[in-house]
């Protein structure tokens, strides 16, 4: 078969970390990721945003060479993830959603079982002392608690020193503390130059590790960027003011940018659409001078991811 990849270079310094074309993958006659494009730049962090079966497991597993595409094709590393999965072993840290562990073994012999596959791997003891896994590190996998498997599961991930490791719903159900443990440990990670690709439902995780995020619904990818780049280009931002209830919004209106909406949300709340700048700002405020209004709460709340998520991808629940 001919490669959609002309020039296949796997080692070329500039290839993306992951690059994935026109990627199929069906279970039975539903397409559970629908003809998805995706390319992960080497050394930063990319979450992977969607809905529930939006398709983000299914992609990241088909990267690990767990599932097969049904169509399109999927370079990891400029590899086969595949055909070449015993050259990506070594490089590749993989840390799943659940399982893929024996549930009567130890959780440190597990670790150091993973760490002697490795030709440098991370020091076991130190590792699972940031993790917090010093007090059950003799407790047999099936008898750790759910955060206790997710952080061995991501010890595991990253005793290795991989290049690249994909992270499927690595805070999913932690603690706090853990939480911020593991966020220390992806950005030591990224600074260490390490490829990271990772799935969450959790937006301001991604707004607080990404260099990139790619936002997946029904099986594509339907925005991708940074998170800046996403919060500036989804919804517009707004302006909240509190005044007394019924003012004359036409008046408001009238003094604005002709795209500006002005809205009383509840009575003596006020919303102001649009492209929300000082000269915007300085408008309302001149406005609420020259008809005696004075504020008792004005607010520039920009977008969040959360809302561009939300704006994306409805809010319908999903199946
Ligand atoms: P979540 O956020 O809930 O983890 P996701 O985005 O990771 O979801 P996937 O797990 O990739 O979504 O699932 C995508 C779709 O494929 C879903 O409709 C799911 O039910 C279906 N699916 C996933 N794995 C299988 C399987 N082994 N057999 C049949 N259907 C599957």
Avoid at 252 to 257: D, N, Q, S, T, V
Avoid at 267 to 283: E, F, H, N, S, W
Avoid at 284 to 293: D, E, K, M, R, S
Wanted: glycine share 12%; charged share 25%; net charge negative.
């Amino acid at each position: 078969m001919r490669s959609v990849f002309p020039g296949d270079t796997p080692e070329a310094p500039d290839r993306p970390a992951v690059e994935i074309r026109g990627l199929v993958k069906r279970y039975g006659p539903k397409a559970a990721v629908d003809g998805l494009d995706l390319s992960v730049a080497r050394g930063g962090l990319t979450a992977v945003l969607g809905p529930n079966g939006a398709g983000k497991t299914t992609t990241i597993e088909t990267c690990e060479g767990y599932r097969r595409p049904d169509a399109g094709t999927v370079r990891v590393l400029g590899l086969d993830p595949v055909a070449d999965s015993a050259a990506l072993r070594p490089r590749v840290g993989v840390m799943l959603q659940s399982g893929g562990v024996y549930a009567g073994a130890r959780a440190e012999e597990m670790l150091r079982h993973v760490a002697a596959l490795h030709a440098h791997p991370l020091d076991v003891p130190s590792l699972i002392d940031r993790l917090g896994l010093g007090s059950c590190g003799r407790t047999a996998y099936r008898r750790l608690s759910g955060g206790q498997q997710q952080r061995l599961a991501l010890a595991m991930a990253v005793v290795g020193r991989p290049e690249l490791v994909f992270l499927d719903e690595p805070t999913a159900g932690l603690d706090p503390q853990a939480r911020h443990a593991t966020w220390d440990l992806v950005r030591e990670l990224r600074t260490d130059g390490v490829t990271v690709v990772l799935t969450t439902h959790y937006m301001d995780e991604a707004e607080a590790l990404a260099d990139d995020v790619a936002i997946i619904d029904s099986g594509r990818v339907i925005a991708q960027g940074s998170p800046e780049e996403l919060c500036r280009g989804g919804a517009e931002n707004t302006l909240r003011f509190s005044g007394r209830p019924g003012l004359d919004l036409g008046s408001l209106l009238k003094a604005l940018p002709a795209e500006s909406t002005a809205t009383e949300l509840t009575p003596g709340t006020y919303r102001v659409g649009g492209r929300i700048d000082p000269q915007l700002l300085a408008t309302v405020t001149t406005w609420c001078a020259q008809n005696g209004v004075m504020p008792d709460r004005i607010a520039v709340e920009r977008h969040t991811l959360e809302d561009v998520f939300l704006e994306l991808t409805g809010k319908e629940l999903r199946a």
